[in-house]
């Protein structure tokens, strides 16, 4: 069965292509059209479609248009009601759902060939729970948590043998995804994108307001739960995007992400009796990408195992769709599912832009080496991600143990410097260093720095004294984890820093040219495109 899974309605527009049983490829439409999060967040958007990330996906497969078995449109209009009768202030919310409805038409138009009567609508909060409950080999009780879909903020069940049971959703207006998207816009930022960085801020405060949070922000005993409505201002003056961060507004984020992480944990308890003690958590969502949050529930909940979908976020339900039509689990092997090139074209670009470079005996050694002299390394290798993560295919990397190193990556990404940078270490030498969720492959949990190795790795280490490691395996990503041994070897330190290949508002570079105008215009010591080294000192000299 060949279905294609979109995601436009919301934010993040995606395609995904499952055949038979195995997911050909998966890519996000700002990768291709250049648009961070594909397009803004808003109703009159929601005619957008992921136009050139479908037609890659058929391109890679050798499919046409009405090759299709199914579309898999990852909102259902029929489920919408008005938006005033769900307690939201949305009033354009109406073209939102009329886009919807009329998403077969406009598919057919951007994908010529396709029977409109090809498209199904599969609930979004049914696609989040499929991108990550039909993910997994074993059967799974699964949670989601996002700031809207239809009608509800929240789905609990489980998938056994395939079908996915619903033990309870939350009706809106009670968002805990919608919360967390008006905090991240009373602090200045950007809603429906920026929410990490209130992650990232939340651990400069204090949760002083923590009491009222409690009081305001509740789990209810059937599952469910209830978010009162919050006077922002009287707790901290709103922020605008240039303005001055003030400790009122830490301490804010603080207490807003210590009450999520108690109420995810009710939640998730709740969720583990009404399935009956199956030892597997699935999450989705993009309260699932809270990886703080994440963390806690795989440490303090009654799961065993807590796997969390990669592209969490509104994208995944391209996936999530496109595996929810034939309802059969498709275990996710990698999150690398978009573009790459082979050697012989990442050549020809490298000529066409005239940059001299050279075809080392081991990039991973080059790259080392440079890492080891505390230089900046540009690394862009196979297919690129799918999701926010870079996890090593489109990466910056950087030396961790020089102190200096958070203050060099954010200036060199043109953004905040109370953001944290990330660590990739291979896989055996996990334990050694951080204390927490093993294997975490995807960078969606954190981790706990052990005492005698904060001092050693300044860089990744978060000022609570916590990173967001990626453990990299030598069967999946053995490139990388060649790399780090390498570094290890040279340096002493099995860590390397890992950032996604950008620059603050962009996102991450796919294509070859691409890669080399951020190598060009950032003061990079090295391209590792491929199996090629690009070094700055050669390819700028005056």
């Known amino acids: 069965m060949r279905v294609l899974g979109i995601n436009a309605v919301f934010h993040d527009p995606a395609a995904a292509l499952v055949v038979d049983g195995r997911v050909v490829a998966a890519a996000e439409e700002e ?16 005619w957008e479609l992921p136009e050139l990330a479908a037609t890659w996906c058929l391109e890679e497969a050798g499919l046409r ?27 354009w919310d109406h073209l939102r759902v009329d886009y919807a409805r009329r998403a077969p038409q406009f598919l057919a138009a951007a994908l010529p060939g396709l029977d409109p009567e090809q498209v199904r609508f599969v609930p979004h909060h049914v696609a989040h729970a499929a991108s990550a409950g039909l993910s997994v080999p074993e059967d799974s009780a699964t949670l989601v948590l996002d700031g809207r879909g239809e009608v509800a ?41 920026d929410e990490y960085k209130v992650m990232a801020l939340a651990s400069y405060g204090r949760p002083r307001f923590l009491n009222l949070f409690r009081e305001l922000v509740r789990a209810t005993d059937d599952g469910g739960f209830t978010v009162e409505r919050i006077d922002w201002d009287a707790l901290a003056k709103a922020r605008a995007a240039d303005g001055e961060m003030t400790e009122a507004h830490a301490d804010l984020a603080s207490s807003v992400q210590t009450r999520l992480e108690e109420v995810l944990l009710d939640l998730v308890r709740w969720t583990y009796e009404a399935s009956g003690g199956l030892t597997t958590l699935t999450m989705a969502g993009g309260t699932a990408l809270n990886c703080v949050a994440n963390g806690r529930i795989a440490a303090e909940g009654p799961f065993e195992r807590v796997w969390v979908q990669p592209a969490a976020g509104d994208s995944g339900t391209a ?84 102190p200096d ?24 030498r996990f334990g050694d260093i ?30 609570d004294g916590t990173a967001r490691v990626q453990t990299v395996h030598t069967g999946t990503e053995p490139l990388v984890a ?47 495109i491929g199996p090629f080294a690009v070094h700055r000192a050669k390819a700028f000299t005056a």
């Open 65 to 91: 248009p009405d090759d299709l078995d199914a579309v898999a449109y990852s909102f259902d209009p029929g489920l919408s009601r008005d938006a005033a009768s769900l307690g939201l202030n949305d009033p």
């Open 434 to 463: 951080f204390e927490g969720v093993y294997p975490s492959p995807y960078m969606l949990f954190v981790h706990r720095v052990k005492p005698e190795w904060k001092d050693r790795i300044p860089a990744v280490t978060h000022v």
């Open 31 to 46: 990768r291709f059209s250049r648009r961070k999060h594909g397009k803004r967040p808003v109703p009159f958007a929601a």
């Open 153 to 193: 903020s929240h789905l609990a069940g489980a998938f056994r043998g395939g079908e996915l049971e619903v033990f309870r959703s939350q009706e809106l207006p009670h968002s805990l995804g919608l919360l967390y998207e008006d905090l991240t816009r009373h602090l200045g930022f950007m809603h429906s994108s």
């Open 482 to 528: 060649e790399m780090l041994a390498e570094f290890e070897r040279l340096s002493g330190l099995p860590v390397v820093v890992n950032t996604s290949l950008n620059t603050a508002g962009r996102p991450m570079v796919d294509t070859p040219r691409e890669a080399m105008e951020l190598f060009g215009s950032a003061p990079v010591d090295l391209l590792a």
């Open 405 to 428: 190193t958070q203050t060099r990556m954010n200036n060199v990404k043109g953004r905040e410097q109370f953001r944290p940078i990330a660590p990739m270490v291979r896989a055996e």
């Open 319 to 402: 996936l999530g769709a496109a595996l929810a039509v034939p309802g059969k689990n498709v275990p996710f092997g990698s999150a690398a599912l978009g573009r790459g090139w082979t050697d012989e074209e990442l050549e020809a670009e490298l000529r066409r832009a005239d940059l001299p470079f050279t075809r080392p005996a081991s990039i991973a050694a080059e790259a080392a080496r440079v890492l080891a002299g505390n230089g900046i390394v540009a690394w862009y290798q196979g297919r690129s991600e799918y999701g926010p993560r870079a996890l090593g295919h489109r990466s910056l990397l950087a030396h961790p143990g020089d």
